[in-house]
T-cell receptor, first 113, second 116 residues
Framework: NAGVTQTPKFRILKIGQSMTLQCAQD?????MYWYRQDPGMGLKLIYY???????DKGEVPNGYNVSRSTTEDFPLRLELAAPSQTSVYFC????????????FGPGTRLTVL | KQEVTQIPAALSVPEGENLVLNCSFT??????LQWFRQDPGKGLTSLLL?????REQTSGRLNASLDKSSGRSTLYIAASQPGDSATYLC???????????????FGKGTKLTVNP
């Protein structure tokens, strides 16, 4: 079992470029999350999904979009990259709403110049 | 709006010392509380999860307590080792629309250094 995988590990974007951060899980969990972590800060929730076809905004959704067409995949889309989106992005999944122990991917380090 | 605070922001101790990390939250209507460990450049690893109905959880040298009424949790690390050096994050889970847990709110973490 790979658990939660994220690609790419690192990426440098120019202002205005677009990209998709990939997240996949093989744990058959319904709940998936995208967080960003800025230096010296905790994690902030961008978007989350409680199942295929269902997504909802978190604390900091502006500038991002998500889709959830399958249980396994939860991609995060940046349409017009801005320097404020320079951060480390983590994807996570959880067993169930009744317990919610979250399992994290290794992260994607994104720099926007 | 739920806010989570962790004190201290950084802590340096000699090897073998017992230590306590603190976490406080503003809204006591939580579903559960989790403690995570994060090594530099890595993702988060779940250490302990305490349901809102529980008072504490233990795993090896780690013990986490929860006092929901006062909005506090502590992570106790016994006989600290250099390998314990990492950032420790506390997160609380709100009660979602379905009655279960949905979202986590994180503190900024405590950076722990255990010196040999």
């Amino acid at each position: 079992n790979a658990g939660v995988t994220q690609t790419p590990k690192f990426r440098i974007l120019k202002i205005g470029q677009s990209m998709t951060l990939q997240c996949a899980q093989d744990m058959n969990h319904n709940y998936m999350y995208w967080y960003r972590q800025d230096p010296g800060m905790g994690l902030k929730l961008i978007y989350y999904s409680v199942g295929a076809g269902i997504t909802d905004k978190g604390e900091v959704p502006n500038g991002y979009n998500v889709s959830r067409s399958t249980t396994e995949d939860f991609p995060l889309r940046l349409e017009l990259a801005a320097p404020s989106q320079t951060s480390v992005y983590f994807c996570a999944t959880t067993t169930s709403a009744a317990y919610n122990e979250q399992f994290f991917g290794p992260g994607t380090r994104l720099t926007v110049l | 709006k739920q806010e989570v605070t962790q004190i201290p922001a950084a802590l340096s101790v000699p090897e073998g010392e017992n230590l306590v990390l603190n976490c406080s939250f503003t809204d006591s209507a939580i579903y559960n509380l989790q403690w995570f460990r994060q090594d530099p450049g890595k993702g988060l690893t779940s250490l302990l999860l305490i349901q809102s109905s529980q008072r504490e959880q233990t795993s090896g040298r780690l013990n986490a307590s929860l006092d929901k009424s006062s909005g506090r949790s502590t992570l106790y690390i016994a006989a600290s080792q250099p390998g314990d050096s990492a950032t420790y994050l506390c997160a609380v889970s709100s009660i979602g629309r379905t009655g279960g847990s949905e979202k986590l709110v994180f503190g900024k973490g405590t950076k722990l250094t255990v010196n040999p």
